[in-house]
């Protein structure tokens, strides 16, 4: 019985045959790699078209918000940066009162509509926050025993008017800063004026999946 030079027999294989293969593998390879890159692209341009129609959509609600305060924002009653409403401290309560003036009062009755209408079309959630300045409270002051406390009463308030004129409760909470975060250097009485404050702003949602953890 013959034996098979196996050298001979892998000298037989034709080259261009293992060379077919492999170039057939390669060309397999590149195309899984196109398909790949190509889906990849696409998926790009999805989610980066969706977050510009998410951000436009966004900057449409605000220039609708704004033109709706147009009236205390002509006025000066009000400032409006990046979406955050500021209101004077000295418009809304007497110094070291958390009692809204009712001037105050009416401007936050006047508030609360365009701020549902705001929130009805976006996932966010109101922050009305209190600020003071760096003075601390009177020593013959017995119902704030500092400006943590005075900030936070204020802040409950507007947060409370917020809501008797209609706006869900849900949708809004009260934060405090006290002197933290002043807007100017508390170095004269108009900065301090200034820096004795509240804010109204849009945050955005917590998912509830987030909230459990």
């Given at each position: 019985m013959a034996e098979y030079d196996y050298d001979?027999?892998?000298?037989d294989t034709p080259v261009w045959a293992v060379f077919g293969?492999?170039?057939a593998a390669l060309v397999g390879i590149f195309v899984l790699l196109l398909v790949w890159t190509l889906g990849l692209q696409v998926e790009l341009s999805r989610s980066l078209e969706d977050e510009v129609a998410l951000r436009e959509a966004e900057q449409q609600r605000?220039?609708?918000?704004e033109q709706a305060l147009s009236d205390p924002l002509t006025s000066?009653?009000?400032t409006l940066q990046d979406g955050?409403?500021?209101i004077s401290g000295q418009l809304l309560f007497e110094l070291n009162s958390a009692a809204l003036q009712a001037e105050g009062e009416a401007l936050i009755a006047s508030l609360a509509a365009p701020l549902a209408r705001y929130l009805s079309q976006s996932d966010h959630l109101l922050m009305v926050s209190g600020f003071t300045d760096d003075l601390p409270v009177?020593?013959?002051?017995q119902v704030f025993a500092d400006n943590w406390e005075l900030s936070a009463q204020r802040a409950l308030?507007?947060?409370?008017?917020?809501?008797e004129a209609g706006l869900s409760r849900e949708l809004v909470f009260a934060s405090a800063f006290a002197e933290q975060q002043p807007i100017a250097p508390n170095t004269s009485a108009d900065n301090r004026a200034r820096n004795r404050r509240v804010e109204i702003a849009p945050v955005p949602r917590t998912p509830r999946g987030e909230q459990s953890q």
């Open positions: 001979e027999v892998a000298q293969d492999l170039m605000r220039m609708e918000l000066n009653r009000i955050r409403i500021g009177h020593a013959d002051n308030t507007v947060t409370r008017a917020l809501v």
